[in-house]
């Protein structure tokens, strides 16, 4: 079984940084691909970004410049350094990991205030 903890969410004004972190544990194959989605209320959950285990990394365009994801390989873990935060990042954001099988974490409200 593999389990995904999530944190460093909260409340952040507009232009501020949060670091969001992601440890997975349990019976995980090497080469895998990690990632963070987000919902909004109301909205469908979307891809933020995500990065392999070869870290090749894919951002949605709406966050290019603005989030950092990397990993520690060794550790299980993958981080989201969220830079330049708008109202429109407001969100729960999920952690994932995949390979032939997909799981997923409980979810972290990242709210941005105007």
């Known amino acids: 079984q593999v389990q995904l903890v999530e944190s460093g969410g909260g409340l952040v004004q507009a232009g501020g940084s949060l670091r969001l972190s992601c440890a997975a544990s349990?019976?995980?194959?090497?080469?895998?691909?990690m990632g963070w989605y987000r919902q909004a209320s109301g909205k469908q959950r979307e891809l933020v970004a995500h990065i392999t285990s070869g870290s090749n990394t894919l951002y949605a365009d709406s966050v290019k410049g603005r989030f950092t994801i990397s990993r520690d390989s060794a550790r299980n873990t993958v981080y989201l350094q969220m830079d330049g935060l708008k109202p429109e990042d407001t969100a729960v954001y999920y952690c994932n990991l995949a390979w032939t099988h997909s799981y997923w974490g409980q979810g972290t409200q990242v709210t941005v205030s105007s």
């Open positions: 349990g019976n995980i194959f090497r080469i895998n691909t």
